[in-house]
């Protein structure tokens, strides 16, 4: 591999891609020198993940189901649900440990909704006082756990805000930014918002995330201190998601929970009627609404579903 000019041409590269790019035994340039050009760091490099105890994995999966049903539990009652309704005997920096692997907070008003890299930019709310009246007129994304029966993975996914439809969705099994880039690009295949809305989280703010919402001139909006529903929508989809088809399936690994949700969405989009949206479905709010019927979506494909 060429080393000339690396620096300038691997910046459209995701962390994991330029991690990969090392080359340990090379004997001509030092693997500092290397994540140097790079930008990457050397503790990336050896860095390997720990293993996360069976124990722990059991706990992450009830505090999940707890978390669902009741988004608005800090640790403090997490913990006490753990403690006394199902006799857990575990810490709060433990718990705290754990949640912070999740991904999760509650959602209420404080003084931070989420993990922000203060060296990103952020961007103001726009969504205050704004009536929602049509399709791709608001954009939102967020991440959630999911618990698996051989460990745990996460779901990115991209709502429209007028017609609740999933725009696109991807699942990882790692917190990287690249599940989240990869949902986003192909979103925009299927269209593009006035505005995107986004938590304060540091996948959102990261310039990589932001340079493509401004690449097509679309407005950027990220929820407020103390704004504690302002991401509201993806919540219930969230709720929806894990009591209707993940705390029903116990998938073994990211794959078959691939599979799954595959089928689930096409549900959720084409079949799953929405006392909101007056019974209808989202994709039928969402494309009648563009007049925009004959145009296949992403999650067309109806045979999926009986497959």
């Avoid at 989809?237 to 399936?249: A, F, G, M, T």
């Amino acid at each position: 591999m060429s080393w000339t000019g690396l620096k300038k041409n691997s910046q459209s590269l995701t962390h994991k891609q330029k991690v990969v790019l090392i080359e340990k035994e090379n004997e001509d340039i030092t693997i500092k020198r290397q994540c140097q050009l790079l930008g990457v760091s050397r503790t990336s490099v050896y860095y390997q993940p720990l293993e996360i105890s069976a124990e722990d994995k059991a706990i992450m999966n009830l505090v999940d189901e707890i978390y669902t049903a009741c988004p608005f539990y800090g640790n403090r009652r997490i913990k006490a649900e753990l403690n006394l309704t199902h006799n857990i005997p575990i810490g709060r920096m433990h718990l705290r440990t754990l949640m912070n692997l999740m991904g999760i907070q509650a959602i209420y008003p404080k003084k931070n909704l989420s993990w922000r890299n203060k060296n990103h930019k952020i961007y103001p709310y726009l969504l205050r006082n704004l009536k929602i009246e049509r399709p791709n007129q608001v954009w939102s994304i967020d991440i959630t756990y999911l618990k698996l029966e051989a460990g745990f993975a996460y779901l990115v996914a991209i709502i429209d805000w007028y017609s609740r439809y999933v725009i696109s969705w991807k699942v990882s099994n790692s917190l990287d930014i690249d599940f989240c880039l990869e949902c986003l690009e192909e979103a925009l295949k299927f269209g593009t918002p006035e505005i995107f809305n986004s938590d304060q989280g540091s996948h959102f703010t990261s310039p990589k995330f932001t340079s493509i919402l401004e690449s097509h001139h679309i407005k950027i909006s990220m929820d407020g201190r103390g704004r504690c529903l302002d991401n509201i929508f993806v919540e219930r989809l969230w709720r929806s998601v894990k009591q209707e088809n993940i705390y029903l399936n116990n998938y073994r690994d990211v794959l078959e929970t691939r599979n799954g949700l595959s089928k689930y969405f096409l549900f959720y989009n084409q079949r799953r009627r929405h006392q909101a949206l007056n019974n209808l479905t989202p994709e039928q709010i969402h494309f009648q609404s563009n007049n925009l019927l004959k145009i296949p979506s992403p999650f067309y494909n109806l045979a999926v579903l009986t497959n």
